[in-house]
């Protein structure tokens, strides 16, 4: 306990010219195989089964699962008992023996816990930190010292995950065995482990004696069932003294440097043969040479920032840092983020000196108010909205005073237009109507009416008849909150049939409804309660409880699906109104989609299935009995070539590419970057162009030019990964229920473009 550490000797066992060191070790999982043995992956191993079996023996089962690379593989499997590993609800664990002898543990989800989408989704995080790992070390000798992944089935009637058979023996049945060098070297291959994972942008948090496994040459840290992407908010983990202060409490972010507290931890342990206090540097640290290099670094204190970087720490053991010795591959989504930085500066220079993107391509086309009959204008007579709310100049005039309900407060001098008919609408009391449960409307007539509460209670839920339906024309109104208070916004999803736009409005205003836009300063309220209402029942509950939705019909009139009045802070509310068509309308340069040319903003939805040049998706493709398209989306194209444009033929209105589904390539290290993290809690321009510029390089390398048309077209279009259910369907429903991911961010990137969020600067962040 005594002998001083001599890094630089040759012979040490951390000195990278060690005939054994043992960082570089990677000796299989007897009696599985290793890197340099036939894989049981590979069509000619004797276990890989590429034809039907015969029937197993009484004892075996098969299994199917994927590999880490989402290859389907199937094997015989016979299973030992269960046991429940401690720490992790819900799950149970077991020894496998695949094929003819590959021994493998278990951890799956029970049927029993599955009501707990919390428990699902923890296992869902484990897989794709254990599946990026592999994906990234599972190839390099470093890599023995992190769990390694076989295989998973999240979609399994029990979801589970397969590991490789862990060598050696927890680090608490080591106590008072090891010697200086074995101590060392356990230290010097946790701050590898670290590295590695900071390099992956990870965070383990549960490194701890019982966690940290020791064979006599490696170490090797348990499954990351607890890990966290790096600057995701801390969850309170673990307890003293192996957890660091904020993880244990859940402040800030979770920091790589999280893990080399529990790393100093279990260095004291080691040498001290004791756990410390938890809370800082223990008192005695000094009696321990061996340490005296980490105390120093700071590693012992309580807060992360204050402790140096793994690679830093590996520096002051002598440990040699493999990822800095390397010059790293060749990233293949380079071209696609510099054609990305390209396309920018191209649709830049087209509106140079040309109108700001996101103008009104209307503005010249609204009403002159200097042609109107003044005896025909409605706003020359005293409304019933000026006897409620004051004022004799008339809807919307610089001198209307803010009504009790937020309405007509922000001054207006064109009129509003109709977003069916696309025709100009101004506000008559004689025109408000009612609609009963079968459909019927009903003249409503306020003008007996004198109690302000009542008749403000009555418009919030009334009609306007839309003046302009002739003959032949399907007769339409517009909820009233829609002409009374501030710019409305119109948004468009589009895409072809069975794309998922229905799945995905149903999941925004899901989100909506949950309190999402909140983070951002942002309320909402119905537009029109009752039609909210049925909304909600219809579409969002029953996506909730994890039914899958029924297709959206065709129609013979374009009618919004939903709208909501937004508001920030206490500024004017906006009525935000949302178009969800049938694919089947959208491709067809028919009459029903003559709205298009009027709608403010689009959510362009693209289908992974469709698009994707990954063959992991072939599987999916043939039970869907979709296929791929490399001429891209033909509603695209159809509403793309339906829109005004403006200076340098771009599409002026705001625009959105959401690649739905894309938990069908969760595991494709770009899309994990994004769809593994939760939104952050303010909009951040400056992700939100990071987000665009790797989804357009996703595309670019996986899909074909066509499938980036929107952001070609539009001079504004954001890019992102989204999934409106997490999962993919059997028969009806969703059998491990529905969890949306990231789908307010196409949304919140339109409102920043339209200057509906505070703090971003209208069109903020795409054509800058």
């Given at each position: ?19 054994i ?82 021994p ?30 592999e ?52 230290i ?33 840290l ?68 061996r ?42 989504l ?60 008339g ?28 025709l ?16 019927n ?23 306007h ?12 109104e ?7 208070n ?153 509403v ?19 690649v ?80 949306p991911r ?23 962040g795409?054509?800058?």
């Open positions: 306990m005594t002998d001083p550490i001599h890094p630089n000797d040759p012979n040490h066992p951390n000195h990278p010219n060690h005939p060191n043992p960082i570089y070790l990677n000796e299989p999982d007897a009696p599985g195989p290793d890197a340099t043995q036939s894989h049981p992956f590979d069509p000619h191993h004797p276990d890989h089964l590429s034809e039907p079996m015969s029937p197993p023996h009484p004892y075996y089962e098969e299994l199917e699962f994927l590999s880490h690379r989402e290859e389907p593989v199937r094997f015989t499997v016979r299973f030992g008992d269960d046991r429940r590993p401690p720490g992790r609800p819900g799950i149970l664990a077991r020894r496998a023996t695949l094929g003819a002898g590959w493998v543990l278990q951890f799956r989800l029970t049927a029993s816990a599955q009501a707990d989408l919390h428990a699902y989704g923890l296992l869902e995080r484990e897989v794709a930190a254990a599946v990026s790992l994906r990234r070390y599972g190839d390099e000798k470093f890599g023995a010292v992190l769990a390694r992944v076989i295989g998973f089935d999240l979609a399994a009637p029990e979801p589970f995950v397969l590991y490789r058979m862990p060598r050696g023996r927890p680090l608490t049945e080591w106590a008072g065995r090891l010697g200086p060098e074995e101590q060392e070297r356990i010097g291959q946790l701050a590898l482990a670290v590295r590695l994972l900071e390099k992956a942008e990870l965070v383990h948090r549960a490194v701890t004696p019982d966690t940290v496994r020791w064979d006599g040459v490696h170490v090797r348990s499954e990351p069932f607890a890990a966290l992407r790096a600057g995701e908010a801390r969850e309170p983990f673990g307890g003293a003294p192996w957890a660091s202060p904020e993880q244990r409490e859940g402040l800030g972010a979770a920091d790589p440097r999280d893990d080399l507290w529990s790393v100093a931890q279990l260095g004291y342990y080691l040498l001290s043969g004791r756990p410390g206090r938890g809370e800082g540097p223990p008192g005695d640290l000094a009696d321990y040479r340490l005296a290099a980490l105390a120093q670094s700071g590693l012992f204190s309580p807060r992360a920032a204050d402790r140096p970087r793994p690679a830093e720490l590996m520096r002051l053991l002598n440990v040699p840092d493999p990822l800095a010795a390397t010059a790293g591959s060749a990233d293949p380079a071209r696609g983020r510099a054609e990305y930085d390209r396309q920018l500066a191209r649709k830049r220079a087209a509106f140079e000196g040309g109108p700001p993107p996101g103008v009104d391509p209307y503005a010249d086309a609204g009403v002159d108010d200097d042609v109107v009959d003044p005896a025909q204008d409605p706003r020359s007579r005293t409304t019933l909205i000026d006897r409620i709310f004051g004022g004799g100049e809807l919307g005039r610089p001198g209307a005073p803010a009504s009790p309900l937020e309405a007509s407060a922000a001054p207006r001098s064109r009129s509003r237009m109709c977003p069916h008919c696309l100009p609408v101004e506000y008559d009391e004689r025109l408000l109507v009612t609609i009963d449960a079968k459909g409307r009903i003249r409503l007539d306020l003008s007996g009416e004198r109690r302000p509460a009542h008749i403000a209670d009555a418009l919030r839920k009334a009609y008849r839309c003046p302009h339906t002739v003959e032949g024309d399907e007769e339409h517009l909820p009233v909150p829609y002409l009374t501030g710019e409305p916004l119109s948004v468009a999803l589009v895409g072809s049939s069975s794309v998922g736009k229905t799945h995905l409005l149903a999941a925004m205003l899901g989100e909506i409804e949950l309190g999402g836009l909140a983070p951002y300063g942002l309320r909402s309220r119905p537009l029109n309660p009752e039609t909210h209402r049925t909304y909600l029942r219809e579409r969002v509950q029953n996506l909730q409880q994890g039914r899958q939705l029924g297709r959206t019909g065709q129609q013979t009139f374009a009618r919004f699906a939903d709208g909501l009045l937004v508001s920030a802070g206490g500024g004017t509310p906006r009525p935000v109104v949302f178009f969800d068509l049938a694919g089947e309308d959208l491709a067809q340069d028919g009459e029903v989609a003559r709205f298009l040319m009027g709608v403010d903003a689009f959510v362009f939805v693209v289908d992974p299935l469709r698009a994707l040049r990954l063959g992991s998706l072939d599987p999916v493709r043939d039970q869907s009995g979709l296929r791929r398209r490399d001429l891209g989306d033909e509603a695209f194209a159809t793309l070539d339906r829109i005004p444009r403006q200076r340098g033929g771009l599409v002026a209105a705001p625009a959105a590419l959401a739905n589904k894309s938990d069908l390539v969760r595991f494709e290290p770009t899309v994990d970057r994004w769809l593994g993290r939760a939104l952050p809690g303010r909009y951040d321009p400056a992700e939100a162009r990071d987000e665009s510029r790797d989804a357009y390089a996703f595309l670019a390398h996986h899909a074909s030019p066509a499938w980036l048309k929107p952001f070609d077209d539009c001079a504004n279009c954001s890019l992102h990964f989204v999934a409106a259910t997490g999962g993919q369907a059997r028969g009806d429903r969703f059998p491990h229920g529905v969890r990231r789908v307010l961010a196409p949304l919140l990137s339109l409102f920043a473009m339209c200057g509906l969020l505070p703090g971003a600067e209208p069109t903020e795409i054509v800058r």
